[in-house]
Antibody
Framework: EVQLVESGGGLVQPGRSLKLSCLAS????????MNWIRQAPGKGLEWVAS????????YYADTVKGRFTISRDNAKNTLYLQMTSLRSEDTALYYC??????WGQGVMVTVSS | DVVMTQTPPSLSVAIGQSVSISCKSS???????????LHWLLQSPGRSPKRLIY???NLGSGVPDRFSGTGSQKDFTLKISRVEAEDLGVYYC?????????FGAGTKLELK
């Protein structure tokens, strides 16, 4: 059974940093590109970042470019999202996903003073 | 960016009724490999999104065949035949052909 389990969320003040993790199981993690996708409370889905299977290709949404860094450790079957200079508008449920296949349960990030 | 226009924004249906949801993209979603990366997701209340259909018309594992997807290029449709209570929630179309990946605004399916 495929599982994507996110962790690392929480309440953080504006301007601070937070690092999310996503532990994958049930498939060969190193064979697949992975994504972070977020959903602000009561809103729709917004793609945040993508990373290819070997980390050769990385893409970011303009809204997070220069502030967020996606990375992966294939030996640990884990996807990461390092978030810096957080803003109130980054408040959302963050999903680790292969959007056409599998989604995690999400982890909440709240940016507030 | 590819804009995904999804209609209607909401649907009120009776159990057993059939419904269709439209999704139109501002650009062709055919990738250089010839495949079209247009997918349909369902987000049931309080749950994370779940893949229903991938690449226009391929049914996800475990998804009932009451769901079907059609379309090409820029115009796509999700059809649900004989709606059941478990089908309620918000449906999204999503494209993963072009970066940034983009989603429709969602169609909320409610019981009449």
């Amino acid at each position: 059974e495929v599982q994507l389990v996110e962790s690392g969320g929480g309440l953080v003040q504006p301007g601070r940093s937070l690092k999310l993790s996503c532990l994958a199981s049930g498939f060969t993690f190193s064979n697949y590109g992975m994504n972070w996708i977020r959903q602000a409370p009561g809103k729709g889905l917004e793609w945040v970042a993508s990373i290819s299977s070997s980390s050769s290709y990385i893409y970011y949404a303009d809204t997070v470019k220069g502030r967020f860094t996606i990375s992966r450790d294939n030996a640990k079957n884990t996807l990461y999202l390092q978030m810096t200079s957080l803003r109130s508008e980054d408040t959302a449920l963050y999903y680790c996903a292969r959007p056409a296949s599998y989604w995690g349960q999400g982890v909440m990030v709240t940016v507030s003073s | 960016d590819v804009v995904m226009t999804q209609t209607p924004p909401s649907l009120s249906v009776a159990i057993g009724q059939s419904v269709s949801i439209s999704c139109k993209s501002s650009q062709s979603l055919v990738y250089s490999d010839g495949k079209t990366y247009l997918h349909w997701l369902l987000q049931s209340p309080g749950r994370s999104p779940k893949r229903l259909i991938y690449q226009v018309s391929n049914l996800g594992s475990g998804v009932p065949d009451r769901f079907s997807g059609t379309g090409s290029q820029k115009d796509f449709t999700l059809k649900i035949s004989r709606v059941e209570a478990e089908d309620l929630g918000v449906y999204y179309c999503a494209q993963t052909t072009h970066f940034p990946y983009t989603f429709g605004a969602g169609t909320k399916l409610e019981l009449k």
